[in-house]
């Protein structure tokens, strides 16, 4: 894919902070309709990122293209870009109709109230149209900033830990729902997520970033299964390491390792997971496995134990 094809392209991103590179020469490409997920440590660049496409921050370095055409240096507001963040910023003092209209006063009345009345169509909430922000639920109100931000049809829509003050049920039900909508208008998003389930369960693709650098940017169960580093390994999933073949260390996730009793190593955790127990072991070797079983009754804390590895293994990169 080219930059031509993509909704938004960044190339060679660089953005310095004092002495410190927050980003150090990114690049990503988003399809019209994908969704990115773009998860890492805190402090790793992922929100300046999106405010570098934005137009809300400076770049040092590098080039932001949506749809083939250079808005390096075009300002915020022409770079028809949607963005949602956390907290929604919505206007307090205007209705919800009146929020999601907010970006549309290029547009006749007409029109604005036709677009209006679509978007809430779209995200579920033409009988909340009259009321104030305060009388939302926080769900709803990320509907609200959700509508504001496709409202004007926007090249790409940005969302920075959009979910991260609703409860995990919640949080989780409107991930999906964003997605769909996403999808079903496609429009292409960048979503910053500290939640690796998130990641890997909404992003078409998941970007893993680490030291202003994208690290491995591919489909989630590429990523998961075939991490390119240990670092990207470790942190979007729980990792154990044990010997290989070749007496390289080699990668396995807690449903790739089964434990029975009696054996060299020791049960130092049992968590109850519902449909799973995890084990966390300590090896003969001194070094931790991580196993999730089924629902059979849990050998004990301090008791001896076996492993094995009962499914493929890969060896994450460097």
């Known amino acids: 894919m080219t930059s031509n094809h993509a909704a938004v392209a960044v190339s060679g991103l660089r953005r310095k902070l004092g002495d410190r590179d927050v980003l150090n020469g990114v690049d990503l490409e988003v399809a019209p309709g994908e969704l990115i997920t773009l998860v890492g440590p805190s402090g790793c660049g992922k929100s300046t990122m999106l405010r570098v496409i934005a137009g809300l921050e400076g770049l040092d370095e590098g080039h932001v293209t949506l749809d083939g055409v250079d808005v390096t240096h075009t300002p915020p507001e022409k770079r028809r870009i949607g963005l949602v963040f956390q907290d929604n910023a919505l206007f307090g003092h205007m209705r919800v109709?009146?929020?999601?209209?907010?970006?549309?006063?290029?547009?006749?009345?007409?029109?604005?109230?036709?677009?209006?009345a679509?978007?809430?169509?779209?995200?579920?909430?033409?009988?909340?149209?009259?009321?104030?922000?305060?009388?939302?639920?926080?769900?709803?109100?990320?509907?609200?900033?959700?509508?504001?931000?496709?409202?004007?049809?926007?090249?790409?829509?940005?969302?920075?830990?959009?979910?991260?003050?609703?409860?995990?049920?919640?949080?989780?039900e409107l991930g999906w729902d964003v997605k769909a909508i996403l999808t079903e208008r496609n429009t292409a998003a960048i979503l910053v997520t500290h939640d690796r389930h998130e990641a890997i369960t909404l992003g078409d693709r998941v970007a893993v970033m680490d030291n202003g650098?994208?690290?491995?940017?591919?489909?989630?169960?590429?990523?998961?299964?075939?991490?390119?580093?240990?670092?990207?390994?470790?942190?979007?999933?729980?990792?154990?390491?044990?010997?290989?073949?070749?007496?390289?260390?080699?990668?396995?996730?807690?449903?790739?390792?089964?434990?029975?009793?009696?054996?060299?190593?020791?049960?130092?955790?049992?968590?109850?997971?519902?449909a799973t127990h995890r084990y966390t072991i300590r090896a003969d070797d001194g070094s931790t496995l991580v196993s999730d079983v089924g629902p059979t009754e849990p050998l004990a804390v301090g008791s001896n134990c076996a492993v094995a590895v009962i499914d493929g293994v890969t060896s994450p990169g460097r």
């Open 213 to 274: 650098l994208i690290l491995q940017c591919e489909a989630p169960r590429t990523v998961y299964d075939h991490p390119a580093t240990r670092f990207v390994a470790d942190f979007l999933a729980v990792s154990s390491y044990v010997s290989g073949a070749s007496g390289d260390k080699v990668l396995v996730r807690p449903h790739q390792l089964r434990v029975s009793a009696d054996g060299p190593h020791t049960v130092m955790r049992v968590e109850f997971l519902g």
């Open 118 to 172: 679509e978007m809430l169509e779209v995200v579920k909430l033409g009988h909340l149209a009259r009321r104030y922000p305060h009388q939302l639920s926080g769900g709803e109100q990320q509907r609200v900033a959700l509508a504001r931000a496709l409202a004007p049809r926007p090249a790409v829509v940005l969302l920075d830990e959009p979910f991260g003050a609703l409860d995990e049920v919640l949080r989780e």
């Open 97 to 116: 109709e009146k929020n999601i209209a907010f970006g549309l006063r290029h547009l006749s009345r007409t029109e604005r109230k036709k677009r209006t």
